[in-house]
């Protein structure tokens, strides 16, 4: 299962960005994440104990989500997550060593960008999807200016003080997705928070999302 597939497959757009979650979480916040819709999660490496909450993760919901990791920054921890069952590296930054590591893994590369020098790397060195990162502090007008000369079936994911409130400015700009941290998920949530913040963010893809129009082409352009 991969990304694309997902997203074929009527998935929403939505990255789960669980900074700080703890193996003893991991099962039940994934659980809930993929009952609410979200099925891309993501945990960083600078979580508690990260490799064993993926580990959790993927023996949990993978085979109804891609899980993987993030904050990844060397060779060695993409080897980690690889050996954990992740199947998604994300990065903050452009190392083409760590996108091609993942990619001779196995593993789907989401390296961060944030110029067109940046995004240009990330791609020669084999990824199709990049992480603009910080989105916020860049906007919308940024990425669709990015967008405009970017190789073709070059996808970009905007993360960073993104939310429910902006999903819609983000994909009229041309991202693929978002990548959703805070507003989703914090370690002192309870379940419940969660859930209800996972089905904000799924509802307020549905709102945008044309009937009868499958959601991975639904982008309002």
């Given at each position: 299962?991969?990304i694309?597939?997902?997203?074929?497959?009527?998935a929403?757009?939505?990255?789960?960005?669980?900074?700080?979650?703890?193996?003893?979480?991991?099962?039940?916040?994934?659980?809930?994440?993929?009952?609410a819709?979200i099925r891309?999660?993501e945990?960083?490496l600078?979580?508690?104990?990260?490799?064993l909450?993926?580990?959790?993760?993927?023996?949990?919901?993978?085979?109804?989500?891609?899980?993987?990791?993030?904050?990844?920054?060397?060779?060695?921890?993409?080897e980690?997550v690889?050996?954990?069952?992740?199947?998604l590296?994300?990065?903050?930054?452009?190392?083409?060593?760590?996108?091609?590591?993942?990619?001779?893994?196995?593993m789907e590369?989401?390296p961060g960008?944030?110029?067109?020098?940046?995004?240009?790397s990330?791609?020669?060195?084999?990824?199709?999807?990049?992480?603009?990162?910080?989105?916020?502090?860049l906007g919308?007008?940024?990425?669709k200016?990015?967008?405009?000369?970017?190789?073709?079936?070059?996808?970009?994911?905007?993360?960073g003080?993104?939310?429910?409130?902006?999903?819609?400015?983000?994909?009229?700009?041309g991202a693929?997705?978002?990548g959703?941290?805070?507003?989703?998920?914090r370690?002192?949530?309870?379940i419940?928070e969660?859930?209800?913040?996972?089905?904000?963010?799924v509802?307020?893809?549905?709102?945008i999302?044309?009937?009868g129009?499958?959601?991975?082409e639904?982008?309002?352009?």
């Amino acid at each position: 299962m991969t990304i694309t597939d997902l997203l074929n497959g009527g998935a929403p757009p939505l990255v789960a960005i669980l900074r700080g979650v703890t193996p003893n979480t991991a099962a039940t916040v994934g659980e809930a994440l993929v009952e609410a819709g979200i099925r891309i999660i993501e945990v960083p490496l600078n979580s508690p104990d990260p490799l064993l909450s993926i580990s959790r993760l993927v023996e949990a919901v993978g085979d109804r989500a891609v899980c993987g990791a993030g904050t990844v920054l060397d060779i060695a921890a993409v080897e980690h997550v690889a050996q954990a069952g992740g199947k998604l590296v994300v990065s903050p930054n452009t190392n083409p060593a760590v996108i091609a590591q993942a990619i001779e893994c196995g593993m789907e590369a989401m390296p961060g960008i944030a110029t067109p020098t940046d995004a240009f790397s990330a791609v020669a060195a084999g990824a199709r999807r990049l992480k603009l990162f910080p989105a916020a502090p860049l906007g919308p007008g940024y990425l669709k200016a990015l967008g405009e000369v970017l190789p073709a079936g070059t996808s970009v994911w905007a993360v960073g003080g993104t939310d429910a409130s902006s999903l819609h400015s983000w994909l009229e700009a041309g991202a693929e997705g978002i990548g959703v941290g805070g507003a989703l998920f914090r370690p002192s949530m309870s379940i419940e928070e969660i859930a209800r913040n996972a089905e904000g963010l799924v509802e307020a893809w549905m709102d945008i999302t044309p009937a009868g129009v499958p959601k991975s082409e639904a982008v309002v352009r």
